[in-house]
């Protein structure tokens, strides 16, 4: 393998496929609902891995949701246990992530920007075809 995607690298986009699934498939908690992990961040020594999520209904319920997910952890892990076949399962934390809810804000910005660009300048006039 090559250096630049060590172990830990490799164990934590495992642990987000298998998440997501057991998550969609064998957690029945209603106050989660819709989520997506976007991303697991495992240490070097595989003992704990933080793992974001973000919700489809925006930030509101984020901490109602962590909350859950935090509770339901030690399911979590129980059932990721047998699937990843590790000597140690990672202990995970949920964290909201507001990437893409940065992102949106981000672009949104730039068009209102660009917008703004294109009202403020003023109206060139029409090329002609009088070029000798």
Known sequence: MPKDFPRSRRV???????????????LHDPRVGMITITEVEAT?????????FSLFDGASRAAEVQKAL??????????L????RLRIVPQLTFI??????QGAALS?????AVADDRSQRPASPEPTDDTP
């Open 12 to 26: 934590a986009d495992q642990i987000q496929r298998e998440l997501a699934e057991i998550i969609r498939l064998e």
């Open 108 to 112: 949104h910005l730039i068009d209102k």
């Open 96 to 101: 909201y992530d507001t990437s893409i809810e």
């Open 44 to 52: 070097h020594d595989l003992e704990h891995a933080k793992v974001f």
């Open 81 to 84: 246990g047998p699937r990843m």
């Open 70 to 79: 935090s509770g339901a952890a030690g399911f979590i892990r129980a059932q």
